[in-house]
Nanobody, 129 residues
Framework: QVQLVESGGGLVQAGGSLRLSCAAS????????MGWFRQAPGKGREFVAA???????????DYADSVKGRFTISRDNAKNTVYLQMNSLKPKDTAVYYC???????????????????WGQGTQVTVSS
């Protein structure tokens, strides 16, 4: 069982930055691929980014086209935490952001939320124009 707790959301002006954190419980955090998803009002859940650690200093990450070049996902296995650094925020980035975990032994990044087993409660990000 993995429990996920997000933090770091808030209100920011367009062009600003936020860093989301997701703290995970459990001793096998490093075995999980970690993802960030978001859901805007009236819209479906959307993949944002995900990261997998294959050992040593090797990480695999993938991003939605809408956030490439602006968002960066990272993880600290020693702290059981995954981060999402969001820069150059736009009003269309406004959503509830969810952290998700998926047990994985493959470097392949899954972008479908249906394949993630554990979810956090979400944190609101609001970008004003």
């Amino acid at each position: 069982q993995v429990q996920l707790v997000e933090s770091g959301g808030g209100l920011v002006q367009a062009g600003g930055s936020l860093r989301l954190s997701c703290a995970a419980s459990g001793r096998t955090f490093s075995s999980y691929a970690m993802g960030w998803f978001r859901q805007a009002p009236g819209k479906g859940r959307e993949f944002v980014a995900a990261i997998y650690w294959s050992g040593g200093r090797t990480y695999y990450a993938d991003y939605a086209d809408s956030v490439k070049g602006r968002f960066t996902i990272s993880r600290d296995n020693a702290k059981n935490t995954v981060y999402l650094q969001m820069n150059s925020l736009k009003p269309k980035d406004t959503a509830v952001y969810y952290c998700a975990a998926r047990y994985s032994t493959s470097y392949r990044i899954e972008t479908s939320g249906d394949l993630y087993e554990y979810w956090g409660q979400g944190t609101q990000v609001t970008v004003s124009s």
